[in-house]
């Protein structure tokens, strides 16, 4: 709390961040407005055709450490807070179910979804082609990488590219960075560098460590959570560069459920349409063009 | 310093305790039922418990924990059982302890004396009575240290719980830190939290440990004692409390009992008349024994009437203990049979083996005592509770009764004093007492005597011989000791065998045998015996 408070404190001491403070703290206070809105018209038609899903509660399955995105409340840690926490409870709303949350590490999100431990997982999780064998994605935002590095970026690295070589890269275990990442060790070796070495860790929070501890030299995740890593440690901590990684953000539902995927669909669409998605993309503070209209991707 | 000082009484964080500590109480209690499955199956006397019983440890105590967990939570729904997240943690920790504690409890089993295994059986206890009464009160008190070891290590295990999504103090613990960035102040307070119950853990093991001490009722041990920084010896400072008593009693008591008279030559002719007309109370025919290729009893045959005292003589290794035994069945032999007041001691009338428990049973029926060379006293249980307690576990008798019964036995081995003394502070000739005394309370038809002074220092041995001499002239004991005491031997035996090689060389009356000897053997023997006699005489 008294953290919370200080960092205030400091951003504070910026004009132009003291107005964008200000504007976080109203969208705070707006925010029960929003989660209380009357949903989107047409959810009472989606209720009336998905009806299997009405005054359920479900389990979302959150690697909970990825602030801004979903993260347990500093204020109330008996809370889950973020975009994707939003927007899942959005799409309850929608559907007329609601959320209970199970925290797992990342590595385990899509197998608790798949031993029917959890019924979706709304956490930030890269649709790839690879996981699509596991679940079912519906993606809902575009992917910005940042590069975190130590303040002055000692390595000077530039992206993921060969400047990474010999250097030493920290990731979260299953994150896609990882092949990324691993993809550049033959090119390394082809232009006579030593290979970049990968650490993995359990959780962002871990990653960041390894750096402010100088046993990583660079961490490359979504660029929000870099953001807010270096907002934290602005001393020690700077983002290299922003990149663009092919992929989306998913929703993962099982693939045994055809139906419910729909209905998170037609509901995520229907959400995008009165203008929440957008509402909470600036309510968190992440890049608007984040924004995605829902595709669905699952195995061939 | 604040910061720290927050997290530690975040009420987030403490509730973690609560889940932290129902994983944990779950991985001990299903550990500890698990593992007392597990011990049992693999001390049982078929090999096929024991084989499966290895078989889950080398699984379970071979994988890793983590693995364990994640397999509880997310395969085991896959065959239809979708345990709650804690269950799950539970579960995994439970069978993940098992293998741990059942290697702890049958080395606690295992490490209970063997003797006092062999005297409990001797005196009729059934496996369960003597599991009960015997082993698992020494066996427990012997597992506290690593009980105590084992429940903060799953306390600490628990912890992975966080990999299956249970919100314990290290899961709530790395969320918060990535929700506010406060990596170090957040993960002392939860060390610190962890170390308040692990230290918990530490006070109620030692708390356990004086509780079951031994010498907190007879002596002031005092808890404080138990305290790390007091560098008080628990066993030095039994040994020297010990000497005091003793020498108070030395002085207080002039040893007891007047010597018993001998008898005259006309006498033991009177008495091996009276003898030879009595029915036979023990028969031991054509008895054959083997330890792998070496034989060590091979076709021995003895018979003793009641009211006989037989002595056995001979070298050390040639089957006296192992013909002693075998005469109540706490070993096996090869062939040959063996009767006691006319039943087969272990086997029924159409020749079959009887189970473990029904052999016991028998035992106690009809009656066979014995003495050790070791003395085997119960070392957890006092002189008199060495007495009355296999009375009521396995005659059945009240509390007042036994004890009615064992105070007049102390009395009559000259230890009423010393009634509530525990083994270990007795010297070793008035443990042999007790052992007597113990062996005597049923009321024994026979009493079968191993080496019965062997054990003992010099200057220990009359007051046991003179208790055993006053059982065979005053009381008429039928009793078969096998003794190094040539005089002894000479004074109290009717009859006197002489054991070579797992065979009777010489037998007879004693005091012919012993005087003039037939066999070459024996008549080496007993002069070697009698050389040691002389020189003890001159040291």
Known sequence: MRKWLSREARQASLPWRKALTGAIIAAGFLSPAIAQAAAPAGCAALQAKYPGWKGKTLVNAVNPHTPGYEAIDPKDPSKYVGFDIDLGEQIGECLGFTLTYKPVVFAALLTTLASGQADIVISDIYATKERAKAADFITYSKVFDGVLVAKGNPKKITGINTSMCGAAAAENTGFVEVPLVQDLMPKCKAEGKPEPTLQLYENNANCIQAILAGRADTYVNDVNTVDQAVKANPDKLEKAIAVTIPYSVGIAVPKDKPEFRDAVMAALIEIQKAGIHMDLLKKWELDVNNFKEPDILSAD | MSLFLHYLSLPYLLEGIELTLQVTALGLGGGLILGLVLAWMQLSRFWLPAALARGYAVIFRGTPLILQMVFAYDALPHIGIKLPAVLAAGLALACNEAPFIAEMLRAGVLGVDRGQVSAGQALGMTPAVLMRR????????????????????????????????????????????????????????????????????????????????????????????????????????????????????????????????????????????????????????????????????????????????????GPSGSGKSTLLRCINHLEDWDSGTVRVGGRRLGFRDDGKRLSPQAVANERASVGVGMVFQQFNLFSHLSAKENVAGPLRWVHGMTRLDADRRACELLDRVGLSHRAHALPRHLSGGQQQRVAIARALAPNPSVLLLDEPTSALDPELVTEVLEVIRRLAIDDGLTMIISTHQIRFADEVADRVAFLSAGSILEEGPAHEVLTHPRHPLTARFLSVMQADKALEAVR
Not at chain 2, 230 to 254: G, I
Request: hydrophobic content about 50%; aromatic content about 6%.
């Open chain 2, 134 to 313: 015997v082993i698992a009160p020494q066996a427990i008190r012997t597992m506290i240290p690593a009980f105590g070891n084992e429940s903060v290590s799953a306390l600490k295990n628990s912890s992975l719980a966080s990999v299956i999504a249970v919100q314990e103090l290290t899961l709530r613990g790395t969320q918060l830190a990535s929700s506010t960035f406060d990596f170090f102040s957040i993960f002392f307070a939860s060390g610190l939290l962890y170390l308040l119950l692990t230290g918990a853990v530490s006070a109620i093991q030692l708390g356990l440990e004086w509780l079951l001490d031994l010498d907190r009722t007879t002596r002031a041990r005092r808890l404080t004692d138990y305290l790390p920084w007091r560098r008080v010896d628990l066993t030095a400072k039994l040994a020297f409390s010990e000497k005091a008593p003793l020498a108070a009693e030395a002085v207080a008591q002039p040893e007891i009992m007047p010597p018993a008279r001998l008898l005259t030559r006309a006498e033991r002719a009177k008495r091996a008349a009276t003898i030879a007309r009595n029915n036979v109370a023990v028969a031991v025919k054509d008895l054959h024994k083997n330890y792998g290729a070496q034989a060590v009893l091979g076709g021995l045959d003895l018979t003793v009437r009641i009211g006989e005292v037989v002595a056995l003589l």
